[in-house]
């Protein structure tokens, strides 16, 4: 079964969150086959969003921008104009796969899509989402703190945490010396149902990225495809992401 694809264009958060859920209750009342899964791709007003493991004292100065408690994974991040933001409804069950397989697939569309932008996208071993390289964000080496063998892992909310082999999660942390972050992921899953998603940073006003800690790491840089160098619209992005999600998360 093929993945409905929705663009909704420039939606508040929290109806937005409250349709997911509703989408995500909904198809639990009914046979599997009866609801097609879906691909909602939006952008949001400004708001900061506060996932279920999220502290406090890591939005430090939120200002007139609202935040808003989730019930996803993860800790706090922002959403504004210029960030394509996309939220998957999947049956995984049907699909048949995993959450850690399925997390390793969201990332997998983010990195071809800023691949088809020219852009090189690193996964970190221990910290979800997706990071260019500052200073070369076209080179193709790879990471040395890339994930390996996954020895360990643990799980923030329905996010999993994958540490380098031989890594010890106590002792050592991700470093993010050079880097940036390009794209965030934050999920839930329910009855085998997922919703919330993953946000690419396109062309934004980066500014409330320095109102919080993203992703609960002090000193984080985030950024977007237009302070690397790469001037594309918002819609172009949009597409492409859809289509690669669409590919990546079929069963």
Not at 9 to 36: C, H, K, N, W
Not at 150 to 160: D, F, H, N, V
Request: aromatic share 10%; glycine share 10%; net charge negative.
């Amino acid at each position: 079964m093929t993945i409905d694809i929705r663009h909704l264009g420039r939606v508040d958060y929290e109806p937005t969150y409250a349709a997911m859920q509703s989408f995500t209750s909904e198809r639990s009342l009914q046979p599997p086959s009866d609801i097609a899964d879906q691909l909602w791709i939006c952008e949001h007003p400004p708001v900061f969003t506060q996932g279920l493991a999220g502290k406090a004292e890591h939005i430090f100065m939120p200002g007139d921008i609202p935040v808003v408690q989730t019930n996803r994974g993860g800790q706090v991040t922002f959403h504004g104009p210029g960030q394509v933001v996309g939220y998957p409804l999947i049956d995984l069950k049907r699909a048949g796969y995993f959450v850690k397989e399925y997390v390793y697939r969201i990332e997998e569309a983010v990195i071809r899509t800023l691949l088809y932008f020219g852009v090189t996208g690193h996964r970190v071993a221990g910290a979800p989402g997706i990071y260019v390289r500052l200073e070369d964000p076209f080179g193709h080496s790879p990471l040395e703190q890339r994930p390996r063998k996954m020895e360990r892992a643990t799980e923030l909310g329905s996010e999993p945490i994958r540490f380098a082999a031989g890594s010890d999660p106590k002792s050592s942390g991700p470093d993010f010396t050079g880097l940036g972050k390009i794209g965030a992921l934050g999920i839930k899953v329910s009855r085998n149902c997922t919703y919330h998603g993953v946000s690419l940073n396109v062309a934004m006003d980066l500014e409330p990225f320095s109102r919080i800690n993203p992703c609960g790491y002090s000193g984080l840089q985030t950024v977007d495809l237009s302070t690397i160098g790469v001037s594309v619209g918002w819609a172009e992005a949009a597409d492409v992401l859809s289509q690669k999600l669409a590919t990546y998360l079929a069963p």
